[in-house]
């Protein structure tokens, strides 16, 4: 899609001919459910799916349909709710039917990029942009 948009250039940066990124804000669904793309794992078929946690702390894998990626998220468009817990990080320490201690996820921006002392869970995601 070609899009012509014009805006103030008072330092004059841009020039005749140079190339700019933009985002457009195509507008916001509520109900939209957005997942760390780190959450997301490939089964051997190549189907996208997640490990949730149910009420018992145990895990199960669930498949998901994705949508598009936004920033370091993924749109989950089926396969989950918004009460859905899922975990974030920690994979090579549980098997799915295990029970886990889950903890909050903080996230890449705010934690120690190195830290992965047990499995985190994001309490339930969040909408999206789109």
């Known amino acids: 899609m070609t899009l012509r948009g014009e805006f103030p250039n008072p330092k004059h940066e841009l020039l005749p001919g140079m190339y700019v990124r933009v985002q457009i804000e195509e507008g916001i669904d509520p109900d939209a459910i957005a997942v760390p793309q780190q959450a997301i794992r490939r089964n051997d078929a190549g189907v996208s799916e997640v490990f949730v946690l149910r009420q ?14 936004i920033d370091d998220e993924w749109q989950v468009l089926d396969g989950l709710k918004p009460d859905d817990r899922i975990v974030v990080d920690g994979f090579q320490k549980f098997a799915p039917g295990d029970t886990v201690k889950p903890s909050p996820w903080r996230g890449m921006r705010t934690a120690d990029a190195h830290d992965t002392s047990g499995t985190r869970a994001v309490p339930s995601p969040k909408a999206i942009e789109r």
């Open 56 to 69: 018992d702390n145990r895990v199960v894998l669930q498949p998901v349909r994705l949508g598009r990626a």
